[in-house]
């Protein structure tokens, strides 16, 4: 007994001990003063239950992406050296440009400058997203790369299984890059027979013991890449689901965009370092711009845990601030940081047309609780909120006043602003505006206000899962 209730004594000191240095290390290395006082609470008061999910999910910093940043560079100067005139005329451009105080900031989160003379079509739904992308990857002749958070062995996943075998077969280098967490259900059959043909494929592997467990951090990017010339950026994932044919979901609301034009080479940066980071290799790649003969300007921002800054965040708090007549917003997750917090309170006293929609069918329990909060305190402030009703509303889109729109795969919540890696697209053009306008006031008439007369047991209840926003 004397020996028993001494392991139990030397165990329980262990575990306080360890948390104790956990809890320092939570304030040592915490972004948020809300996240970091729910770990030090928790480590504090119950170890046991803390320290193991501190261990999974508490770092808020991604190791071993230095070298991912290095091999980026050599791609930045070579990028340079082939847009030269054209990349230097870009930079004259936005510095002449009307609108540069949207734009430096954000340039500077991106390491790249807007660039001029891309196309971009708006592709509205699974079917017309996939519609493209095969077509597009059907006129492959140099190299295809694709990114996806979510790959299903389905229908659409043996789909694209079928077009990179053909293309393979045909010479183009393929490279194709899958989150391990999101496709955790995914074959690996699958990826052996597109290995057998040549094509490079690799998870982002949080799992490894050598990545000291980064399972926190989620490579959330969408993104497909054909030639250097042509990319594909916005919401949906590989799945049958996003074509509205799993039954248990139904229809899936969704937006991508295609953009053919230089701005599919900062893209392609964005794709070299996940895959360095991923494999410790290089892919040789175009980088050669493509000129489409359009107009559009277009910055692609990446933005994740292993930026110096939050750029996800401050991107949409820039944003939002930018904003002078209107401010549309569609995300399918909303538990915003005080900035964008902030920044919303802000625009609403400007007296701008403030309109979120908001799905009203959901994948979560606890999120739609905190949402809640966040949509009581912001409506006070003349902010109108929707609820999709046609099905299971899933697009990550931005509209601001009639010029800029913001396209990809960040949503607005803690998540994606400051833990996963993200991939959106800054688009300015007039024409793109329009359409996405149209498009977005198709999805309010489907909509219904957001109700906003709870009982005091719902009120209570979302009061409480708002605590846990840091970390949902």
């Known amino acids: 007994m004397i020996w028993s209730d001494v392991a139990t004594w030397t165990w329980t000191l262990i575990i306080y001990s360890s948390g104790i240095i956990a809890a320092i290390d939570a304030i040592w290395h915490g972004r948020t003063s809300q996240g970091t006082l729910a770990w030090v609470l928790a480590l504090a008061v119950i170890p046991f239950i803390a320290l193991p999910l501190y261990l999974l999910f508490g770092s808020r910093r991604f190791h071993g992406y230095t070298k991912a940043r290095k091999a980026s560079k050599k791609a930045i100067k070579l990028l340079k050296k082939h847009q030269s005139p054209l990349y230097q005329d870009h930079i004259k451009a936005t510095k002449n440009h009307p609108t540069s105080p949207t734009f430096r900031p954000l340039e500077t989160l991106a390491r790249l400058p807007l660039s001029d003379n891309n196309q971009v079509q708006l592709l509205i739904n699974g079917e017309q997203t996939f519609a493209h992308i095969f077509q597009a990857l059907d006129y492959a002749k140099q190299s295809i790369l694709i990114q996806f958070y979510r790959i299903q062995d389905d229908q659409l996943g043996k789909r694209l299984q079928r077009m990179l075998l053909k293309k393979a077969q045909q010479g183009v280098e393929i490279y194709l890059l899958y989150d391990e967490i999101g ?159 902030g920044a919303l309170k802000l625009a609403a006293l400007k007296g701008i047309d403030i309109r979120i929609l908001l799905p009203q069918k959901t994948d979560s329990l606890l ?59 800054l688009i300015e053009s007039e024409e793109m505006a329009s359409q996405i306008e149209t498009m977005l006031e198709h999805d309010f008439s489907q909509s219904k206000p957001y ?12 009061k409480a899962a708002r605590l846990f926003s840091p970390i949902l």
């Open 451 to 462: 109700p906003l007369k709870p009982t005091k047991l719902h009120t209570l209840l979302t």
């Open 183 to 341: 496709s955790s259900g995914l074959n690996q059959n699958y990826i052996k027979t597109l290995r057998k043909v040549g094509i490079h494929c690799s998870r982002f592997n949080p799992l490894q013991i050598q990545r000291r467990m980064q399972v926190n951090f989620r490579n959330h990017r969408k993104l497909i890449i054909i030639d250097g010339e042509t990319s594909f950026i916005g919401g949906h994932n590989i799945g049958d689901e996003y074509l509205g044919l799993n039954p248990k979901i139904g229809p899936w609301r969704d937006t991508h965009v295609q953009i053919d034009g230089p701005a599919t080479l900062a893209a392609q940066l964005s794709f070299l370092e996940d895959w360095y980071w991923a494999t410790n290799k290089l892919p040789t790649l175009p980088w050669q711009p493509y000129d489409s003969g359009k107009k559009a300007k277009v910055l692609i921002i990446p933005g994740g845990p292993a930026d110096s800054v939050e750029t996800i965040s401050l991107s949409f708090t820039h944003l939002i601030g930018q904003a002078q007549t209107r401010l549309w917003i569609a995300t399918p997750y909303f538990i915003p940081d005080l900035n964008v917090m």
């Open 367 to 425: 999120v739609p609780l905190a949402t809640h909060s966040y949509v009581t305190e912001l409506s006070q402030q003349g902010i109108q909120f929707f609820q999709y009703q046609a099905g299971f509303m899933h697009q990550k889109v931005m509209l601001i006043d009639q010029h800029l729109t913001f396209v990809g795969s960040a949503n607005l919540d803690n998540r994606s602003l400051r833990i996963n890696f993200e991939l959106n697209a």
